[in-house]
T-cell receptor
């Protein structure tokens, strides 16, 4: 069965500093991978996705993620964090044998210090 | 374009009572999902509809949860009777089709508290 691990429950960074959120997945085939952001009281918004091809994918709001098959990782990065980036971030892996079914990690809460 | 609408936004009930949540997906979206998000966890898929047919309900506790999507548009998720462990945010999402080609759009959720 597929699974996702986000090792960091909570991360605090200073505004303007770089950010990396970790995600490790378990899946038997080539995965579909996603990062979502959830602001308080809001639904999830897709930041970026990886299906195939270039292992470095660009997303919205200045985020990018790198797929590393050898490490079963799909870490999210941003070079300079803004206060508005404070939110909860979820990594997910898609089951391409059951179209549309995603398994989510338990999330990482990002706090941004002024 | 209007997003996914959900109501109510908040609901407090006592255990053993019944509750229903409503979702109106984005117009034209054939696929609709209901997720349960317990505090401190990621969303877990409860049921997936394609038009008005069920694609996947393998994680739906069918002894107490039910869902329908009449006419392939709006959907209702019901819990009867509720247990304390049902306290969670219930998220509805929709997409144009069930493949990962198209993004899932999420509603704001309904926060359920069972006392």
């Amino acid at each position: 069965a597929q699974s996702v691990t986000q090792p960091d429950i909570h991360i605090t960074v200073s505004e303007g500093a770089s950010l990396e959120l970790r995600c490790n997945y378990s899946y038997g085939a080539t995965p579909y991978l996603f990062w979502y952001v959830q602001s308080p009281g809001q639904g999830l918004q897709l930041l970026l996705k990886y299906f195939s091809g270039d292992t470095l994918v660009q997303g919205i709001k200045g985020f990018e993620a790198e797929f590393k098959r050898s490490q079963s990782s799909f870490n999210l990065r941003k070079p300079s964090v803004h206060w508005s980036d404070a939110a909860e971030y979820f990594c997910a892996v898609g089951d391409n044998t059951n179209a549309g079914k995603s398994t989510f990690g338990d999330g990482t809460t990002l706090t941004v210090k002024p | 374009e209007a997003g996914v609408a959900q109501s109510p936004r908040y609901k407090i009930i006592e255990k053993r009572q019944s509750v229903a949540f409503w979702c109106n997906p984005i117009s034209g979206h054939a696929t609709l999902y209901w997720y349960q998000q317990i505090l401190g966890q990621g969303p877990k898929l409860l049921i997936q509809f394609q038009n008005n047919g069920v694609v996947d309900d393998s994680q739906l506790p069918k002894d107490r949860f039910s869902a329908e999507r009449l006419k392939g548009v709006d959907s209702t998720l019901k819990i009867q009777p509720a247990k304390l462990e049902d306290s969670a945010v219930y998220l509805c999402a929709s997409s144009l089709d069930p493949t990962f080609t198209y993004e899932q759009y999420f509603g704001p959720g309904t926060r359920l508290t069972v006392t």
